[in-house]
């Protein structure tokens, strides 16, 4: 099975601090998406990537950047936390045209 | 704009009776459809798919209904279980380059003993 490891399950951090939120998957999947989920609004994608070193903005990008320098790892950079960033974080991965994605855990963040 | 729904926002049902979950979505185009199960404090779990050439898949005591006229899409839970209870999620497919998906904003399902 595809495993999609996020590398925290819960994180505590301070207004203004850099957040990084790992996120490695196993199965070599080209796609890799940046989700984040609060109650009320569902699932709203920050970022997503189709290759390596490759990014493209979802539908709530400010405040936040991405990395992929590797196939298997996606990284969501909040640059400087805020309160409003307090949510769920979700990694998914999927292959190319017409498989459904495989999410990690989730990471809950909280900012303080 | 177009969009992937839900008609129940939260469906309560009795241990052992079956659970219908249904989806709306409005992009005659999308071929590829997926339902998805979140429990409490984890990430989304693929349980079934379908595509659009199919009016049915089953799985293990889950069904997945396509209907492709009045673009509906159902999930069918068998003996609802109290490990049943989560939040499911329909998500679609338009078969856009890179596989995005248009996810329902959920249906929470309570199995009451």
């Known amino acids: 099975d595809v495993k999609v490891t996020q590398s925290s399950r819960y994180l505590v951090k301070r207004t203004g601090e850099k957040v990084f939120l790992e996120c490695v998957q196993d199965?070599?999947?080209?796609?890799m998406f940046w989700y984040r989920q609060d109650p009320g609004l569902g699932l709203r994608l920050i970022y997503f990537s189709y290759d390596v070193k490759m990014k493209e903005k979802g539908d709530i990008p400010e405040g936040y950047s991405v990395s992929r320098e590797k196939k298997e790892r996606f990284s969501l950079i909040l640059e400087s936390a805020s309160t409003n960033q307090t949510s769920m974080y979700l990694c998914?991965?999927?292959?190319?045209?017409?498989?459904?994605?495989?999410f990690g855990s989730g990471t809950r963040l909280t900012v303080v | 704009g177009e969009s992937v729904g839900l008609h129940l926002p939260t469906l309560s049902v009795q241990e052992g009776d079956n659970s219908i979950i249904n989806c709306a979505y409005s992009?005659?185009?999308?071929?590829?459809f997926i339902w998805y199960k979140q429990e409490s404090g984890k990430g989304p779990q693929f349980i079934i798919d379908i595509r659009s050439n199919m009016d049915k898949r089953q799985g293990q005591r889950v069904t997945v209904l396509l209907n492709k006229t009045v673009k509906h899409l159902s999930l069918q839970i068998a003996a609802t279980q109290p490990g049943d209870s989560a939040v499911y999620f329909c998500?679609?497919?338009?078969?856009?380059?890179?596989?995005?998906?248009?996810f329902g904003g959920g249906t929470r399902l309570m199995v009451k003993p």
């Open positions: 199965m070599d999947h080209e796609n």
């Open positions: 998500a679609e497919n338009k078969g856009d380059a890179g596989n995005m998906l248009t």
């Open positions: 992009n005659s185009a999308s071929d590829y």
């Open positions: 998914a991965s999927s292959l190319n045209e017409g498989y459904g994605y495989t």
